[in-house]
């Protein structure tokens, strides 16, 4: 009886830190929609609510890492159950780190706002941040409800993801190569570009920490395209 | 006694782990010296040996997660103990990160090495990427030893990383705008140069994890720079 009470007991926290990354999920699935249209309509306002906003995102990563570390010692966790509980910790890094990627795309929009425009870049980025943010969405969809089938077409989804930067980094070097003055707004937008890449890249890895709580091994998929990266003259991880 | 005991086994499985963490992280300083040394010689052998070693890096990592939940499953760490064990899981997927920017500026070797050279470059960016090594080094070490000034010394190094990252990235534009067939080497470059001062910020959040595991609070610095971050219209972190 005792251990049947331990262990659900141990599913309600695990199930009130899962709320807690919804929540968080929720809030960095603004900060990404939201940094990329005050990117395209030159809207500083909303940027630097992104900006701000950030401080939240960051505080409830504390606040559930506080609380993931409160449960092991409270409920010392075995086995699966402790994966469970490190994989929030895992997936609520995932969900800062992409959350400063959108905070950063918004302090961008500040200095952009000062320099000459780029024709139907900024547009390109927010169709890029748009997928992403959809990406991060079934991510975590795909966490709570432990679909492992979901959560390998979100790896999938990926690449499309890194077709789209690909097709950005080449537009910015033609852009470069027409006119100087392109160069400094170009060097910023390949940035914002390079940071949904990889916010896309995060998406991934928590689609992959799914693959592993569910199947209890991380999918080929993540170690084959590791191998492809930087390869190509012009594209590259990290 | 028994708790006496399980304490004392507990320090020696943390110091077990700890001295795992020590050998990626010297793993990870050969990777960041060889990878740049590797640019600045053209070196196509060196590195293609920095990428196969990304592998042995990531394993350890692996191994290191295992081993952090196995003594968090066994021993049931409480308080200070269980922050010491979650900080073992934080060091070890910082050092995989600089693992893999150190493995990325190695595959930029080789799509470099058909670009045209870009004067004095290389050796700047080896010489960042031997600062970053250093503070490092020093962090791992005021890790073991927990010794919260050191790691605040590392913290405030992070500065002149920046600044030999600022420096370059003017240069690049120069360069860039002097001749557009610099665009193209110049934008490798920068990517380096920029995952080089990521790898500072990582080596950062190393160091604010002693501070946090010595003090039980993360330092302000940390804070501040946050907020000074992208604000300059030619710099940006993330």
Redesign the interface.
């Known amino acids: 009886m005792s251990t049947l009470h331990i262990s659900s007991a141990f599913d309600r926290d695990l199930e009130a830190i899962q709320a807690q990354i919804m929540k968080m999920g929720g809030m960095v699935e603004a900060a990404i929609l939201d940094a990329a249209k005050s990117l395209e309509t030159r809207d500083l306002e909303l940027a630097e609510q992104v900006r701000a906003g950030d401080k939240a995102i960051d505080k409830l990563e504390e606040t559930i890492?506080e609380e993931a570390?409160r449960v092991?010692?409270l409920r010392?966790?075995?086995?699966i159950d402790?994966?469970l509980i490190?994989s929030v910790?895992?997936i609520s890094?995932a969900l800062e780190r992409i959350g400063?990627?959108a905070?950063?795309m918004a302090?961008?929009t500040?200095?952009l706002a000062?320099?000459p425009e780029v024709q139907g870049s900024q547009t390109a980025l927010r169709r890029m941040a748009r997928e992403v943010q959809g990406m991060l969405k079934d991510a975590l969809d795909c966490y709570v409800q432990r679909d492992a089938a979901l959560a390998m077409k979100v790896i999938a989804q990926d690449a499309d993801v890194d077709q789209m930067y690909n097709a950005l980094f080449r537009e910015f070097?033609t852009f470069?190569?027409e006119d100087?003055r392109n160069?400094?707004p170009c060097?910023?937008l390949?940035?914002i570009a390079?940071?949904t890449e990889r916010m896309g890249d995060l998406v991934t890895n928590i689609a992959e920490q799914v693959v592993y709580l569910v199947t209890g091994e991380t999918p080929d998929e993540a170690r084959q395209k590791e191998d492809r990266?930087?390869?190509d003259?012009?594209i590259?991880?990290?």
């Open positions: 890492n570390a092991i010692a010392a966790p075995t086995a402790l994966r490190l910790i895992k890094a400063d990627y905070k950063n302090k961008r500040s200095v000062d320099l070097l470069m190569m100087p160069i400094t060097m910023h390949h940035f390079k940071n990266s930087s390869t003259s012009s590259s991880k990290v």
